[in-house]
């Protein structure tokens, strides 16, 4: 039996994200007729077709998206045949891309990058800054060999370790009601503006999960596209807001007349964690930078 080659799978699996000839074969650095001609010798070796050839562009049939979507497995396994080899008795070294989501990044990583270059000096470290979703979808097509995230966050395929718990603390204009009062407890949030970042992060679902607190409460007419503007936005008088402890610490709030109070009862919102695509030859590595952000929060 004639298998088809790596190479003809990678041009298969660039057409159906390109969904033409020409920006496939620029995806892969070949001529278009290059590619095109391991298109058709894949269909004959087949014996089924697999691309609908059009004017503006091209389509990929049943068999043909069938075809490709076993193929990316195939070439996630191959990569990860080529990472172990390399790897294999020396981790943490060579390219290791990591992600991280923007509520976390700023006020871990600095630390952490500190103590992974002393430690693994021949670790060459990439940093991706992106929301949760974006992350896993890069961690799953192998673009990532892990990243920081917020749990709990379900996800197929894709494994996760905690590694911290993170407070949500009440983020107020600092003549605000709410930091003075007896006692300070999430139904107090109910009658006010409060202000979330916009949807797609998953620090706006943790908050409103934890607190209880409606969607259509939370500020949902004003939100934000990161932290820093929350927090201006809180000082300028629109609402409040919770932050997580990690950012305050981290010095989020620095120099802005805002203040920050912890609820009476500590509202543990999210969790810090790792995680990386199941089955990964780097899941060790990815467990290893775990352990050092740890180390860096003093856990």
């Not at 990316?72 to 080899?85: E, F, I, K, P, Q």
């Not at 300070?184 to 409060?194: G, N, R």
Request: aromatic share 4%; proline share 5%; hydrophobic share 45%.
């Amino acid at each position: 039996m004639i298998l088809p080659t790596l190479r003809q799978l990678e041009f298969l699996c660039a057409l159906a994200a390109e969904g033409s000839f020409s920006r496939a074969a620029d995806a892969c650095r070949v001529t278009q007729p290059t590619l095109s001609s391991a298109i058709k010798e894949l269909e004959g070796l087949l014996g089924v077709q697999l691309v609908e050839r059009e004017s503006r562009g091209a389509s990929l049939t049943h068999a043909g998206q069938e075809a490709a979507d076993r193929a990316r497995v195939l070439l996630s396994g191959a990569a990860d045949l080529v990472a172990a080899a390399r790897h294999a008795g020396e981790p943490l070294t060579g390219p290791f891309r990591l992600g991280a989501i923007p509520t976390i990044a700023p006020f871990l990583l600095p630390m952490t990058l500190r103590l992974l270059r002393d430690a693994h000096p021949e670790l060459q470290l990439y940093l991706r800054e992106d929301q949760t979703d974006r992350l896993l979808d890069d961690l799953r097509g192998r673009k990532l060999d892990a990243a920081l995230i917020a749990l709990p966050w379900e996800a197929s395929g894709i494994q996760t370790e905690a590694l911290t718990s993170d407070e949500f603390l009440l983020v107020a204009p600092q003549s605000h009601d709410l930091l003075t009062a007896p006692a300070l407890q999430p139904d107090d949030l109910l009658d006010e503006d409060v202000l979330l970042l916009e949807d797609g992060h998953c620090l706006r679902e943790h908050a409103l999960s934890v607190c209880q607190l409606p969607g259509r409460r939370a500020g949902e007419n004003i939100t934000a596209t990161s932290l820093q503007t929350l927090v201006h936005m809180v000082a300028g008088g629109l609402g409040v807001s919770l932050l997580p402890r990690l950012a305050v610490e981290g010095g989020l709030t620095s120099g802005i007349n805002v203040s920050v109070r912890p609820f009476d009862q500590p509202m543990m919102g999210r969790q810090v964690g790792i995680a990386w695509r199941a089955r990964s030859s780097r899941a060790a590595e990815a467990r290893m930078i775990g352990a050092v952000v740890k180390t860096a929060l003093g856990v």
